[in-house]
């Protein structure tokens, strides 16, 4: 069990390689494909590590993807998260900058299990007056993952969301 855990102006990597491995995977497994619970990936070690509270304060975070030439950005990140085994449930709540948009962020995510993640995400554009809010289920998270499930949006101004998502200024 690991109560507290502070980082600060960290800069974490996503890396998905262009042979499918990445490097965020536990497994040994050759491929890589990021699943926790591979025979021999330590699904026994991972569901017994208990996370109360990650603090992630000025930080930012790159996923890049090497196999289809992608790479986003999220910077200032102010997120608390926790995690009741390092294979879920998770819990994120806090807030960040993508491609230059503050967004507030509350994501619950269930087990990972290789097959369906119940996931609630809830996404808020408070300059723009704008809200995002999925309730579902992500389907093979670790092969090629899908979502199900209902997505509901709302914006006090349309003009405003347009603009800001587009870089334009209103």
């Not at 591979?38 to 000025?58: R, Y």
Request: no cysteine.
């Amino acid at each position: 069990e690991i109560r507290r855990i502070e980082v600060r102006k960290a800069e974490i990597l996503l890396e998905r390689l262009p042979d499918g491995r990445v490097n965020w995977a536990f497994s040994g497994a050759s491929k890589g494909n990021g699943s926790a619970a591979e025979p021999g990936g330590g699904e026994g070690l991972l569901s017994q590590v208990t996370l109360q509270k990650v603090l992630i304060a000025e930080s930012a975070l790159v996923y890049r993807d090497g196999a289809a030439g992608v790479e986003e950005r999220l910077e200032k990140i102010a997120v608390e998260l926790s995690a009741e085994s390092l294979t879920g449930p998770f819990q994120i709540n806090g807030s960040l900058d993508a491609r230059g948009l503050p967004l507030a962020v509350d994501l619950r995510a269930g087990r990972i299990d290789g097959t369906e993640t119940p996931l609630a995400l809830e996404l808020a554009l408070p300059r723009e007056g704008a809200e995002l809010k999925f309730l579902g289920k992500v389907i093979e998270l670790t092969g090629k993952p899908s979502l199900e499930g209902n997505l509901q949006m709302t914006a006090g101004r349309l003009d405003r969301l347009i603009a800001g998502v587009s870089g334009q200024s209103g």
